[in-house]
């Protein structure tokens, strides 16, 4: 076998390497996570043999574990996976490392969804999913105006960013109409649903919302060779390697659009993990998306849970919402991950 | 039309709404032919490559390519104007009306199964009526159709699994569980019953003749001016992105060799592992020219491959270029702009001559480069020098631009008193 080949091999099959450690690494914070909490703390060893069937937890701890803690985990897990892909896919097809998965006016819409739902009690869907569904369907309408919109205008990355920038501001305005005329008890309804908490989930809605990201999920890891051509050499360079520019960014948008709508209409407005989940796996294995791809979602699980358990304990029995922990803590990781790869 | 041409195109136009910028282009390439563009700034060499590739839609004229390497009867045609029918016309809705649809269906559903009946469940099918109305006055652009093919897939899988939700909490009777699952169910079904009903009116309206992009992509294979990169990957798997028309998911082990036997070719060994962004621009350029050979195409197409390249390098690449075209065991052929004359002279089988959107001389580069059509076309005076041997020739420009130099002595006597004063 030529040289260059062996080394190439080489060089990938450390890269699998550093993901299967990540994603040991994630399991196991998911499982001591587990067994953080008021009632008792549990150690990683007996929480794991409860979660594979090893051996019977009593009534309280089954209940504590499977009914309380492991929806939260889940959803931190799949909200995690579902933010850091659309952040990726995202900052690949439109060619730019500052975009998040609220670029696109996701969050915008959800916060106008949700605001009306909670202002004006004008929702899609009535019952306890009143705010969850109207923030979902209006997040997804701004952002599927925003995607006409962007492709009429010219099918560069930069009129999506530019006309998404534009709706997020009107929506953003109607938002703040709504809550200029609001009562202070709807005010603050808003504010905690905009915190960005895991604290809403019950397991009907993790499961839920599991099931769908799942499925997108393939598709994601499907397209990496085409992002991968599109990222790195621009429309030109995309089009004599097969890929159609136009249409491609089109259907990435809406794929990561949908991601993000069922994410944050459960939980809230988490925009960081999307951010920096992908950049920080960049830091790791490069640039190349069919690893970018798994890596971004294993480090975006990773900060969600790693925010919220520290969101959950740290000041117990008072609950940090997941989103600001996330900020206060990835932030400066963030910051000092980018320092260090300039240096490197 | 002789068995060996790789390429023909018929009365090629391309224009932007105030300038028209090819005109009337005819030109054959034959196999093993390694093809020249000569032409000042704006004469139209990029853009003809450009528009051969299908990054520029033509306006009018035809582009025939030959698939297959064998005869006549597989010569292709591609970019030609989809053919469209009414029967899809009429029926095809766009991203719009699905979600009117949708909405329209969800808010139905909602208000029948709802428990307390209020306008406001009523709310999606009023969102749904102005899409729908809205929807129906867009045309369904070409990119729509395969991104509903994957969003209608999802939301097909998501659909059986709320009708398969359905069934199961169908006892408990209508709570709000039981009506999201058959809310999933309706909606997916939806999706999916518009998206198979949107290929089958496809699939007979496409036209045969029609390549894919990735199709196209095996067959000619193209290096941009400039490579606008944001995100940065080693040089190995760049050039690996030349095997992505080839590749499904995996690479192959014969992709690797290729890319490596590329990669030596190229003598590019010392920086197979260096991100492409930590590369001066000629190094970058040999990579881009690098991916290019590895998609092994059957026309290459190369807009100025020696424009950043030092005296060494630009020689080597073309060498290299015309090593591959004419000794390939499958026929290859190039089509290459670039603005130094005596090294096409050197290196071209044949040399096109273009001015202001039209081929103006076509023949072998002694034909060409005559001095007359040099005073022709780039308004320089220039000597044609053959080699003692008399194999070589050299085109020696003389005075380079018909000088004005009393308005270059004013416009620096002005810069001067306008920065004293």
């Known amino acids: ?344 | 039309m002789r068995m060996s041409d790789i390429m023909r195109l018929k009365n090629l136009k391309f224009g932007y709404p105030k300038k028209e910028v090819l005109k009337d282009i005819n030109l054959t390439i034959s196999n093993n032919e390694l093809v020249c563009l000569l032409g000042v700034n704006g004469a139209g060499k990029s853009t003809l490559l450009k528009s051969i590739l299908g990054i520029l839609k033509i306006q009018s004229g035809e582009i025939w390519i030959d698939a297959e390497g064998a005869n006549e009867n597989s010569l292709k045609r591609i970019h030609a104007p989809r053919k469209h029918t009414d029967e899809e016309d009429d029926f095809l809705p766009n991203l719009t009306t699905v979600y009117g649809i949708t909405l329209l269906l969800w808010g139905l559903i909602v208000t029948a199964v709802s428990e307390s009946q209020s306008i406001s469940s009523f709310a999606p099918a009023f969102l749904g009526l102005p899409l729908l109305v809205s929807g129906e006055m867009v045309k369904t652009p070409e990119a729509d159709r395969k991104l509903w093919m994957y969003v209608a897939t999802t939301f097909g899988i998501l659909g059986s699994l709320g009708g398969i939700g359905f069934f199961i909490v169908m006892g408990e009777g209508l709570n709000y569980i039981s009506s999201s699952m058959l809310m999933m169910f309706v909606t997916g079904s939806a999706y999916t019953a518009v998206c198979v009903r949107w290929f089958t009116a496809a699939k007979d309206a496409s036209n045969d003749d029609n390549f894919d992009a990735m199709e196209l992509a095996q067959y000619m294979s193209y290096v941009p001016q400039s490579v606008k990169s944001s995100f940065s990957i080693d040089v190995y798997d760049a050039i690996m992105l030349g095997r992505r028309p080839y590749i499904g998911w995996n690479i192959s082990p014969m992709d690797r060799e290729i890319v490596s036997k590329t990669i030596e070719f190229l003598n590019l060994e010392e920086f197979a592992f260096r991100k492409l962004n930590q590369l001066s621009g000629g190094e970058r350029q040999r990579v881009i020219i690098g991916k290019a050979i590895a998609q092994s195409p059957r026309l290459f197409l190369l807009d100025e491959p020696t424009s950043d390249l030092d005296l060494k390098n630009q020689i080597q690449i073309m060498k290299k270029m015309k090593f591959l075209v004419s000794n390939s065991k499958e026929p290859k052929s190039a089509l290459v702009a670039i603005h130094d004359i005596n090294m096409a002279a050197r290196f071209a089988d044949r040399i096109l001559l273009m001015s202001e959107g039209k081929i103006i001389a076509d023949g072998t580069p002694r034909e060409v480069l005559t001095p007359e059509n040099i005073q022709k076309v780039f308004g320089v005076t220039a000597d044609v020098v053959n080699s003692e041997e008399g194999d070589r020739f050299w085109v020696h420009v003389r005075d380079e631009v018909d000088g004005k130099t009393e308005d270059d002595n004013l416009f620096l006597e002005q810069i001067n008193e306008d920065t004293e004063g």
């Open chain 1, 1 to 344: 076998m030529n040289p260059l080949s062996r080394q190439h091999i080489t060089k990938s099959k450390n890269q699998i390497k550093s993901i299967i450690i990540l994603g040991i690494s994630t399991v196991v914070l998911a499982l001591i996570a587990m067994g953080q909490g008021p009632y008792e703390k549990l150690d990683v060893f007996t929480t794991a043999k409860m979660i594979f069937g090893f051996e019977t937890p009593n009534d309280v701890e089954n209940s504590i574990i499977w009914k309380l803690r492991f929806p939260r985990i889940l959803m931190a897990i799949t909200g995690g996976i579902a933010l850091a892909i659309a952040g990726a896919l995202m900052q690949g097809c439109l060619g730019n490392p500052l975009v998040s998965p609220l670029t696109l006016g996701v969050a915008s819409g959800a916060a106008l969804g949700a605001a009306l739902a909670i202002m004006l009690g004008f929702s899609v869907v009535g019952g306890p999913l009143a705010i969850i569904g109207n923030a979902f369907l209006f997040a997804l309408i701004v952002v599927f105006i925003i995607i006409q919109l962007g492709s009429m205008h010219s099918v560069s990355a930069e009129s999506y960013i530019l006309v998404g920038i534009a709706i997020t501001f009107i929506a953003g305005a109607i938002t703040s109409v709504l809550n200029y005329f609001a009562t202070d008890e709807q005010v603050s309804q808003l504010m905690h649903w905009s915190f960005g908490s895991l604290g809403r989930v019950n397991r009907e809605t993790a499961i839920f919302l599991t099931v769908p990201v799942i499925c997108l999920v393939p598709l994601a890891l499907k397209w990496s060779w085409d992002l991968n051509a599109l990222s790195v050499g621009g429309d030109e360079f995309a089009i004599s390697t097969g890929v159609d520019p136009a249409g491609f960014r089109k259907m990435v948008l809406v794929l990561s659009a949908l991601l993000t709508a069922l994410v944050i209409s459960f939980t809230g407005l988490i925009g960081f993990v999307g951010l920096a989940a992908p950049h920080m796996a960049r830091v790791i294995v490069g640039n190349d998306f069919r690893k970018l791809i798994p890596s971004s979602a294993i480090f975006g699980a990773f900060l969600m849970l790693f925010a919220d358990t520290l969101g959950r304990t740290l000041f117990a029995p008072i609950i940090i919402p997941v989103g600001v922990m996330l900020s206060v803590i990835g932030g400066p990781f963030f910051m000092y991950l980018l320092i260090r790869s300039r240096r490197g």
